[in-house]
Nanobody
């Protein structure tokens, strides 16, 4: 059993900063790619940022230069440091991870339950 739990969401003013965390736990053999997605009301879920097991990163154009994704492999945790926040960043943020478990030879994609980020004055 594998579970991803996000934390760190909340209400912040435009221009402010927020740090999201997502910790994976359970019968984990290895974690490959990890990432953050977001979904605003009436919109499709979109990729925000992703990081590979080797540390390579990629970002959505809308957040590049403002957000930073990182991971701590020893803690099975991925982070999203968000700065210069804008109202359009308001969304439910989900983390995901490609994980090989102790009972499966192939990897599976796992999702967290989501954490709300609201940017408003």
């Amino acid at each position: 059993q594998v579970q991803l739990v996000e934390s760190g969401g909340g209400l912040v003013q435009p221009g402010g900063s927020l740090r999201l965390s997502c910790a994976a736990s359970g019968s984990i053999f290895s974690i490959y790619g990890m990432g953050w997605y977001r979904q605003a009301p009436g919109k499709q879920r979109e990729l925000v940022a992703a990081v590979s097991s080797g540390g390579s990163t990629n970002y959505a154009a809308s957040v590049k230069g403002r957000f930073t994704i990182s991971r701590d492999n020893a803690k099975n945790t991925v982070y999203l440091q968000m700065g210069s926040l804008k109202p359009e960043d308001t969304a439910l943020y989900y983390c995901n991870a490609e994980i090989r478990t102790l009972v499966q030879p192939s990897t599976g994609l796992y999702w967290g339950q989501g954490t709300q980020v609201t940017v408003s004055s």
